[in-house]
């Protein structure tokens, strides 16, 4: 139901006048009696007595016209709280991106933000996630986009989580496992796999999800990040094996991803600041997230 017609049902009542309501809401009596109407359908009661010449509520109408006051008064407290907030807060956030998820991670909150905190700058970087977690530590960045881990310093970062992505397995079309639909641990224990030499934030991650499911690969090679990953892939005939939600782009024909049938083998994906950083932008950011 709209806004409007509790307010304008709210105004009949104090006016008890069709036509002194309508003109101080500027519409006409027609389109005043027509959103009664809608009202009184949406909530399948009657809110007026037509029996009567004067504007008489009924006990349902009294009743409504009681509960639209509360919702009216919550609403425009909320409204001025934002306001106020808003126009009150300045300053800079700053944003640690992984490249190939920006939308996935920041296309929904990063808007949002925006419009109820016009005043506070964003500035966007785009890394990948050693170079994030190293501009956290840096202070160079305020919030960034990490897998959830024990890095070195944890117990200085705060992990706020936002998605757990199953594992999937790259590989090349040629592969001997590239025809099937989904793959399991067991198909995996003796191919070669593809961990990142750089990168070693994902590393991390990944060794902590194969030591969750006890997968421990025989063969290994590293490759420098999930850029030289198809590369690798491809020359070695490798398994790369990391969360879903990424693809990599110009490879579809060359290159296949698969789902591990393995629900304990998973990644989730954080928003990361340090305890210490006082940036009063970042719990504004992080509550945005439950909006």
Avoid at 82 to 99: C, D, H, N, P, V
Wanted: hydrophobic share 35%; with cysteine.
């Amino acid at each position: 139901m709209k806004l409007q017609y509790m307010e304008e049902l709210l105004a009949l009542e104090q006016y008890e006048n069709y036509t002194l309501a309508s003109q101080q809401l500027f519409i006409s009596q027609s389109t005043l009696s027509r959103h009664i109407n809608i009202m009184e359908k949406e909530l399948g009661t009657m809110l007026i007595n037509r029996n009567t010449h004067s504007v008489e509520f009924t006990e349902d109408g009294k009743d409504a016209c009681k509960t639209f006051r509360k919702i009216l008064n919550l609403y425009n407290n909320y409204s001025a709280t934002l306001q106020e907030k808003s126009a009150g807060i300045t300053g800079t956030l700053r944003l640690g991106m992984l490249y190939y998820t920006i939308y996935q991670d920041f296309g929904k909150v990063l808007p949002l933000f925006e419009e109820n905190y016009p005043q506070i700058e964003i500035k966007q970087y785009s890394y990948q996630p050693h170079e994030i977690y190293w501009a956290l530590i840096n202070d160079k960045i305020d919030i960034g986009v990490l897998a959830k881990a024990n890095y070195e310093t944890s117990d200085n970062l705060n992990f706020k989580d936002i998605s757990r992505n199953n594992a999937v397995a790259m590989m090349s079309t040629t592969h001997r496992l590239a025809s099937c639909k989904t793959v399991k641990l067991d198909d995996l224990h003796h191919e070669l796999i593809v961990l990142l030499n750089e990168d070693t934030c994902t590393s991390i991650a990944v060794q902590e999800a194969f030591a969750r499911c006890d997968f421990t690969p025989e063969k290994i090679i590293y490759t420098d990040h999930i850029n030289t990953v198809p590369f690798t892939i491809l020359k070695t005939n490798g398994i790369h094996i990391n969360g879903s939600g990424f693809s990599l782009p110009g490879y579809e024909d060359k290159i296949t991803i698969l789902p591990i049938e393995e629900p304990e083998l998973y990644f989730t994906k954080s928003f990361v600041y340090k305890r210490d950083n006082t940036n009063s932008a970042i719990p504004l950011f992080l509550n945005t997230i439950l909006e």
